[in-house]
C-alpha cells in the first residue's frame, strides 16, 4: 500500500519567522479595522461628534499602517522570504510576485493619499490627539478632489 506522504510534495522547512507574519496580521487586522471605519464614517450625515471621532480614528489607523508598512519593508530588506515551492508553476510564482508587490504599494499609497488627502483639505492631522503630523501640502480643491478618488479607489 502506497502512502499519502509520497504523494504531496514536501513541504518546505524555510518560512516566514514570527516577527514578518505578525507584522503581516497586524497591517491587515488593521487595514480591515481602518476600511471598515471609513465605510460607517462616510454614511454619517453632517458632522457629528461620532463621525468626527471614526474620522480620527480612521486616520490614526492610517498612520500606523505607514509606520509598520516602513518597519515591514526594512525587515523585508534585510530578511529573505522563503523560497516558493519547487511544485509550482513559473507562472504561479509570478502571479505571487506581482500580488505581493501590489499590496505592497497599496500599504504605502492608501495612507499616504489619505495623509495627502486631509492636507489637501486643509485638515491636519493629529496621530492619537497629542502629535501633530507637518502638512505637506496647502489646501488645494482641485488636488483634494484628486486625492479623495485615489484614496477611496485604493
Avoid at 518597519?71 to 519547487?86: E, G, N, Q, V
Avoid at 508587490?101 to 492631522?125: E, R
Amino acid at each position: 500500500m502506497e502512502s499519502t506522504a509520497r504523494m504531496t510534495p514536501p513541504a518546505s522547512t524555510e518560512r516566514y519567522g514570527a516577527t514578518a507574519i505578525g507584522l503581516h496580521w497586524l497591517i491587515a487586522l488593521l487595514m480591515i479595522g481602518g476600511f471598515y471605519l471609513g465605510w460607517i464614517m462616510t454614511d454619517i450625515p453632517g458632522i457629528m461628534p461620532t463621525k468626527l471621532k471614526y474620522v480620527s480614528w480612521h486616520k490614526w489607523i492610517g498612520v500606523t499602517v505607514l509606520l509598520l508598512a516602513v518597519l515591514r519593508l526594512l525587515w523585508r530588506a534585510t530578511h529573505k522570504a522563503p523560497s516558493m515551492p519547487s511544485h509550482m508553476p513559473r507562472w504561479q510564482q509570478g502571479a505571487a510576485h506581482l500580488t505581493h508587490v501590489l499590496l505592497y504599494v497599496l500599504m504605502f499609497a492608501i495612507p499616504v493619499s489619505g495623509y495627502l488627502f486631509s492636507s489637501a483639505a486643509g485638515v491636519q492631522v493629529v496621530y492619537l490627539g497629542v502629535l501633530p503630523l507637518p502638512t505637506i501640502i496647502g489646501p488645494d480643491k482641485a488636488l483634494k478632489a484628486v486625492l479623495r478618488l485615489v484614496h477611496i479607489w485604493g
